[in-house]
């Protein structure tokens, strides 16, 4: 790609830092000021600049040359350089001969002129840069007006790339100076591609998106191999801003799921550290396939929104893991781990996109605690009424001791030691349970003598 060399030139951190700033009034003196013949003699190949010819400054063209001056600092970014060249007034060469060419800016790469801009197309710093590098980056950014020209786009990548395809209402946005800069930068990585077209966002299935918005869509044509299958399409949630759109891209770059064997508390993936969620799904040697399949469903119905992890039991050591099948890690710091119980899909999805609904699972399983607690209580004091109503059934009864030994505290050991075995109960003549279970050793007793 034409652009590539001098892309790579400038650290991608220092690129955001750049993208998001306000021009300071430090900017100006980024302008330079040169004569036609200084200009001519100092382009270089390869190099871009942007020049504005002008005999004195009327002042109509007043705020044109403050916006040029404010987007120097933005553009030199790019290597690319801002200049305003001073026509002489007897020069009647081609840029400042005709009072038409003093009404444009002229994007040369080299001594070859890539474009000319109207100046009332540049209107503010972000028109400026984005119509800059739109048309530095012609043959990398993919314009297109309908269905059929994205889809021929999209078959072309399949099984070897991917696609980032924006739609801004309108050239020279804020949202459109965002795509170019990050085409700028992720262009030799993904084939990007624009469209004005509203008709053309209703088209690929987004009837219901505001045409007003500007969108971005990630379309992961590189897992498409069948040229019948259309590329899956991940929509960015955020407003288009160049560390939205860099965030945004980072999380597609990352594996739909992550296989770890490690402690929950330990993991870190890109998705925390971008401030998402990251969503653990417990699998075991015996069901790894089936919950191998699950997570990837998950995942990409989560893509954009959180992570998900594949942890395997079988492999961690924690009791918690056997009493749960999802747990959810939030980036927040401090926060601990939520383990729960969740019977399909529907409520994993949920339980990212509804922030209430992890409360309200813990709070059911909480209920659902509380209630087998009850139901067993219940169940033991049916057993001791039985057991009372055994025992006052068969007060009056004599219970036939004869084949039990009755034992004090000078007798135990010795007791003990006349046999190889010898099987002891220990009760208390007042309590009623004590009571009922004496009545079944003596039917033992007689049973074992027998």
């Not at 972000?126 to 950014?141: D, H, K, Q, R």
């Not at 067993?376 to 009056?396: C, L, M």
Request: proline share 3%; hydrophobic share 40%; aromatic share 8%.
């Amino acid at each position: 790609m034409s652009a590539q060399k001098d892309r790579w030139v400038f650290s991608f951190s220092f690129l955001l830092f750049c993208a998001s700033s306000i021009p300071t009034q430090g900017s100006a003196r980024l302008l330079q000021e040169l004569s036609p013949q200084e200009y001519f003699s100092s382009l270089q190949a390869g190099r871009a600049s942007l020049a504005y010819f002008s005999h004195n400054v009327s002042p109509g063209a007043q705020p044109f040359l403050e916006q040029i001056e404010n987007s120097a600092e933005a553009l030199q970014d790019y290597g690319i350089s801002v200049v305003k060249v001073n026509c002489p007034k007897e020069d009647v060469s081609r840029y400042c001969g005709k009072e038409n060419a003093l009404r444009k800016a002229y994007l040369f790469r080299g001594n070859m002129l890539i474009r000319e801009f109207p100046t009332d197309a540049l209107f503010d710093v972000n028109s400026i840069v984005a119509n800059v590098l739109f048309a530095l980056l012609f043959n990398e950014v993919k314009y297109v007006e309908t269905l059929a020209d994205l889809q021929n786009i999209e078959n072309a990548l399949k099984g070897r790339s991917n696609m980032v395809f924006a739609y801004v209402p309108a050239t020279g946005t804020a949202e459109h100076r965002a795509v170019m800069e990050a085409a700028f930068v992720y262009g030799t990585i993904h084939q990007f591609v624009l469209t004005t077209e509203a008709t053309l966002l209703k088209d690929t299935g987004n009837d219901k998106s505001d045409v007003s918005s500007a969108r971005l869509f990630f379309c992961h044509c590189q897992r498409a191999t069948d040229l019948g299958q259309p590329c899956r399409r991940t929509a960015m949630g955020q407003t288009l801003t160049m560390l939205n759109i860099h965030r945004h891209l980072k999380l597609m770059g990352a594996p739909l799921v992550t296989e770890v064997a490690e402690d929950p508390e330990k993991v870190s993936t890109v998705h925390l550290q971008l401030g998402l969620p990251l969503v653990f799904i417990f699998s075991q040697k015996e069901t790894y396939e089936a919950d191998r399949r699950t997570a990837e469903f998950v995942a990409w119905q989560l893509l954009g929104k959180a992570g998900v992890a594949l942890l395997s039991r079988d492999l961690v050591d924690l009791n918690v893991l056997l009493r749960s099948n999802v747990a959810l890690k939030t980036p927040e710091e401090g926060v601990p781990i939520k383990y729960l119980v969740l019977e399909d899909t529907d409520e994993v999805i949920t339980l990212v996109e509804d922030k209430n609904k992890v409360e309200q699972i813990q709070e059911d399983e909480e209920e659902d605690e509380e209630d087998e607690d009850e139901k067993e209580n219940n169940n033991q004091d049916i057993q001791d009424d039985q057991v009372v109503e055994a025992v006052s059934r068969d007060k009056k009864r004599e219970l036939p001791l004869e084949q039990i030994l009755v034992l004090t505290e000078e007798t135990f050991h010795s007791a003990l030691l006349e046999t190889a075995r010898t099987v002891v109960l220990f009760y208390a003549s007042w309590e009623a349970v004590s009571l009922a279970v004496l009545r079944s050793y003596t039917e033992v007793a007689d049973h074992l003598k027998g």
